[in-house]
């Protein structure tokens, strides 16, 4: 079978190759799942593409009516970015982040544009982009045990891709204010209660959960299903279409910032972000991302520091006396 055979039928899954997810196909349904356990089911590049592909083919496969997206494992559904590649290939070069996002917003609008009703099935945390890739499936079902968190604000990012937009259509203003600026999680059942899900179930009983809910709604007309899910996309479009573009400048500016140099610093240290120390910077005469460009060993404990500090932020030593 041709590429372009395939393309109007879809192809078979194995036939893609994926290194990080699963692509299954099932009768009715298409489970894709990102597989990369050991990062917490975070995306890097690598697994925007692949998403991106199984969704597109998702979208072609006549004999596909329902697609579930998941996680490996127990632990998590999907915690966002992968830091560790936005520290090495981004922070020093912050230009690299217009590259990424551009496959991030791809991989979105396949998704939402897919024609087909699309299931979240939550097995483990929900963290940052995460749930922006849970926002933008349909409907979701979540294990009781799942967490749902934001956390842009507090590690050096803004969750412009997705949750500003769609947050507050889908918990109101001040519930999308107080994920967004507090960063703090939400358990499940909190979740349901603010219709950030539609389900919650233990764990051993989320694959039938899942599995039943595709099955009604395969039991519906398809044709009618797509345009429903075409006007009920109207609003979270909308706010998508008008804030996007701008997102992915702004973010772009700032990937090589202090606050998203000191945010990653400390979750690949697993330490406690300087808030006061940044607070005070912030305040002082310097810029902020006057300190991007160059990065220094601190002697004392090889930290790396921006090159405009005078102390270390790890041991506290002076770095330029």
Request: charged residues 20%; hydrophobic residues 40%.
């Amino acid at each position: 079978m041709g590429q372009t055979e395939t393309f109007w039928t879809g192809a078979p899954p194995e036939s893609y190759g994926f290194q990080r997810i699963i692509y299954e196909k099932k009768g009715y349904t298409a489970t894709i799942t990102i597989n990369r356990q050991e990062v917490l089911n975070c995306f890097d590049l690598a697994t925007l593409h692949e998403l991106g592909q199984a969704f597109q083919d998702a979208a072609n496969d006549d004999a596909v009516s329902v697609v579930v997206v998941t996680g490996a494992g127990e632990k998590a559904f999907c915690t966002g970015a992968d830091l560790k590649e936005q520290e090495e290939q981004i922070l020093g070069k912050p230009n690299q982040y217009y590259k990424w996002m551009y496959a991030f917003i791809e991989m979105h609008d396949r998704l939402r544009n897919i024609g087909k009703p699309t299931i979240a099935r939550l097995n483990g945390m929900v963290v940052g982009g995460g749930n922006e890739l849970n926002m933008a499936c349909d409907l979701a079902v979540a294990a009781d045990h799942v967490t749902i968190r934001q956390v842009g604000a507090a590690r050096g990012s803004v969750a412009a891709g997705g949750a500003t937009q769609w947050l507050p259509l889908i918990v109101g203003d001040r519930r999308a204010r107080e994920m967004l600026l507090l960063c703090e999680p939400i358990d499940a059942y909190t979740a349901l209660d603010w219709g950030l899900v539609n389900q919650v179930v233990p764990a051993s009983m989320l694959e039938a959960a899942v599995g039943d809910l595709a099955e009604k709604l395969y039991n519906k007309l398809p044709e009618c299903t797509r345009y429903t899910k075409q006007q009920l996309n109207f609003w979270r479009d909308l706010s998508w279409a008008l804030t996007i573009g701008h997102a992915r400048d702004w973010l772009t500016l700032h990937a090589g910032s202090l606050e998203t140099a000191e945010g990653l610093r400390s979750f690949r240290s697993k330490s406690p972000v300087p808030y006061p120390r940044i607070h005070c910077q912030e305040a002082g005469p310097q810029s902020l991302f006057a300190a991007n460009a160059e990065l220094v060993a601190c002697a004392s404990c090889q930290a790396q520091q921006a090159a405009a500090f005078a102390f270390c932020g790890m041991c506290g030593q002076q770095l330029n006396p």
